[in-house]
């Protein structure tokens, strides 16, 4: 088995965990041993929240293996239900816990509980977190739904008086990447299309809501991850179609509301005179002429990295150099993806790998999660997080949703701040020698605390990773001269004229021959 310091998801009782944490009078008990109890620390640290997860363990230790801890289990079943006083409870093992064969789903039945008991088969070596968080939702949605069939729901009855169409939104949980503030944002656009919100799931919800999924029209899947599953069960269970289309960016948003109008028969009434945001506008201005054609490496989880390159490219003018995914069951729509823009897909947990990447190909500004980035950093790049896994400063405190029209403020804002503050920083590094300027500070948008020197010597090592051609420090020196926003083009275009030289050394001289070679 493999271990890292560094992982992009956990095993899938984490995603459960989330399923569970994200909803409301529902508790996960979980049969794992002493040292698996990290619940508090995810969503207590991490998202801040202002309670415990409703997790309970039955913390088994060492000396009760010799004894019988299915006992233990049912113990804490027991008084986890008297407790708590949950309308449902989901059980299932932790990565360790599973290989004693206990059985946590069996143990439940016997265990005569009077509320919902919804077991999980998770397998811990074989699937991750996304996984099972799609895997969990599904069964508790195929649990508490069953009991709607046939007792007389609106959608059943055939019963079409209702004042407006109504959808459930499927897939935000707890620890996803802005998916509160995505929630608020896509409820506010479904409200001015005419659309009511039956039941917002897993985040919010409570089993009882979770019955009540049958009575919407339609579904939108918010987060595909997590909420696709279910969806497509719902469809087959109770002929509820669902969204394909992900609102993230301005396209993207324009033909989610086209595709919310058709489910919901809209046609000749749904008011689409909302307020596209800022993002639209800049790409139209002067201004953004000279963000034009940065080179950027995307990389998350497939909704993020897939939504990410589409604004990237149609709405910033970015070019697209890397794409890639951590989530294995999304590759099919990943590689579609990169296919479309000519790029190589990159599809690994393997944090290395995608390190190697961005230092081959160069870019200019990293799109990706909390893993890309430390690397980014390292690389001396422009970053901003786009995807889960997360650090706690992706939570913030203000609104800061990532979907709709006010998403794509907050995109625009996000990706091009990096950008912007290197056109400072070029500024500085002009003014370098002027005494009110502290030599010993390096960049303060890419690596806190770094020194210029330290900078310097990262961009050699990045360069000395991907050429076989070595730079003078002179050259280097004059390399600095010009402006960030175009000094990795300069290098590349350098070393490619070395190459074509047969020159193994860069000197001043020959920076300046091949920005007249390539001037002409």
């Excluded at 000396?63 to 804490?76: E, H, K, V, Y």
């Excluded at 029209?217 to 669902?242: C, M, R, S």
């Excluded at 992900?246 to 909302?274: N, W």
């Excluded at 420090?473 to 175009?486: G, R, S, T």
């Amino acid at each position: 088995m493999k271990l890292s310091m560094w992982t992009y998801e956990g095993p899938p009782h984490v995603g459960a965990m989330r399923v569970a944490t994200g909803m409301e009078k529902l508790h996960y008990v979980l049969h794992a041993p002493q040292g698996d109890t990290y619940a508090d620390l995810l969503f207590t640290m991490i998202e801040r929240r202002d309670r415990r997860p409703p997790v309970t363990y039955t913390t088994f230790e060492a000396r009760d293996l010799g004894s019988d801890t299915a006992d233990i289990f049912q113990s804490t079943l027991k008084k986890t239900v008297e407790r708590e006083e949950p309308e449902a409870i989901i059980v299932g093992a932790s990565c360790t816990a599973e290989l004693l064969q206990d059985d946590p789903g069996g143990l439940s039945k016997s265990a005569n509980i009077d509320i919902p008991v919804i077991p999980l088969e998770l397998p811990s070596y074989q699937r991750k977190e996304n996984w099972g968080a799609a895997e969990t939702f599904y069964q508790i949605v195929r649990h508490l739904t069953a009991s709607s069939l046939g007792l007389g729901t609106a959608q059943a009855n055939g019963d079409n008086s209702k004042a407006q169409p109504s959808c459930n939104l499927l897939g935000p949980t707890a620890l996803g990447f802005r998916h509160r503030d995505d929630v608020i944002e896509i409820t506010r656009l479904l409200s001015t299309l005419g659309v009511a919100v039956n039941v917002v799931a897993p985040m919010g919800a409570t089993p009882s809501d979770i019955a009540r999924l049958c009575d919407a029209d339609f579904n939108i899947v918010l987060y595909p991850e997590t909420g696709q599953l279910a969806a497509k069960h719902l469809e087959k269970t109770f002929g509820q179609p669902f969204t394909k289309t992900i609102p993230i960016g301005i396209g993207a948003t324009k033909e989610f509301i086209d595709e919310i109008v058709e489910l919901a028969g809209l046609q000749d009434s749904a008011d689409r005179s909302v307020d596209e945001g800022n993002l639209s506008w800049w790409s139209r201005s002067i201004d953004s002429n000279y963000l034009t054609g940065k080179r950027v490496f995307v990389f998350g989880d497939a909704t993020h990295a897939i939504a990410a390159a589409r604004i990237a490219t149609e709405e910033l003018g970015f070019e697209l150099v890397g794409l890639g995914c951590y989530n294995r069951e999304f590759a099919r729509e990943l590689r579609t993806a990169a296919a479309q823009y000519n790029v190589t897909p990159l599809i690994t947990d393997d944090y290395l790998e995608v390190e190697k990447a961005i230092a081959e190909t160069q870019p200019e500004l990293v799109l990706g999660t909390q893993m890309e980035r430390h690397i980014a950093k390292r690389l001396n790049v422009g970053c901003a997080v786009i995807s889960a896994p997360t650090h706690v400063q992706d939570f913030p405190a203000r609104y800061a949703p990532q979907m709709g029209f006010e998403g794509a403020n907050v995109i625009f804002d996000t990706w091009v701040h990096p950008l912007v503050m290197g056109l400072e920083e070029h500024l500085l590094g002009m003014f370098t020698d002027d005494f009110e300027f502290n030599e010993a500070s390096g960049p303060s948008h890419l690596a806190h605390g770094k020194t210029p020197q330290t900078a310097q010597s990262g961009e050699t090592t990045r360069a000395s990773t991907t050429n076989v051609v070595n730079w003078t420090d002179a050259a280097e020196k004059e390399l600095k001269k010009i402006p960030f926003f175009v000094r990795g083009k300069a290098r590349r275009n350098t070393e490619t004229y070395a190459q074509l030289q047969s020159l193994t050394e860069i000197s001043v001289d020959t920076l300046y021959d091949a920005k007249a070679h390539y001037g002409q």
